[in-house]
């Protein structure tokens, strides 16, 4: 069974920077491709970030391009998010999620394993 565990959330005012992580176990972690992704109240799951296997490919959401990195240490069995020139409108709770197969990865439906979440909030 694949556990997933954010970490780091918080908050921040605008302007600032955050990072959260994830640290992944039950399943090896090269094995696995690494999402994140975010809700806020009332709205659906949107895509934040995906890495591949090896850290080499990165695909990131069109409001967060620029400004998010999204990155992995396998050796730590770790991914991170870093956030920079936070937004009011980044304010959701933020999810990581794995899977073995890199396709598809802006889709919720693509994922079974998630955590369970760590808020994100940015002032104004």
Request: hydrophobic share 35%; charged share 20%; glycine share 10%.
């Amino acid at each position: 069974q694949v556990q997933l565990v954010e970490s780091g959330g918080g908050l921040v005012q605008a302007g600032g920077s955050l990072n959260v992580s994830c640290a992944v176990s039950g399943r090896r972690f090269t094995d696995l491709i690494m999402a994140w992704f975010r809700q806020a109240p009332g709205k659906n799951r949107e895509f934040v970030a995906a890495i591949d296997w090896s850290g080499t490919v990165t695909y990131y959401g069109d409001s967060v391009e620029g400004r998010f990195t999204i990155s992995r240490d396998n050796a730590a069995n770790m991914g991170s998010l870093q956030m920079n020139m936070l937004k009011p409108e980044d304010t959701a709770d933020y999810y990581c999620t794995v899977d073995p197969d890199f396709y598809n990865v802006r889709r919720t439906s693509h994922y079974r394993y998630w955590g369970a979440g760590t808020q994100v909030t940015v002032s104004s």
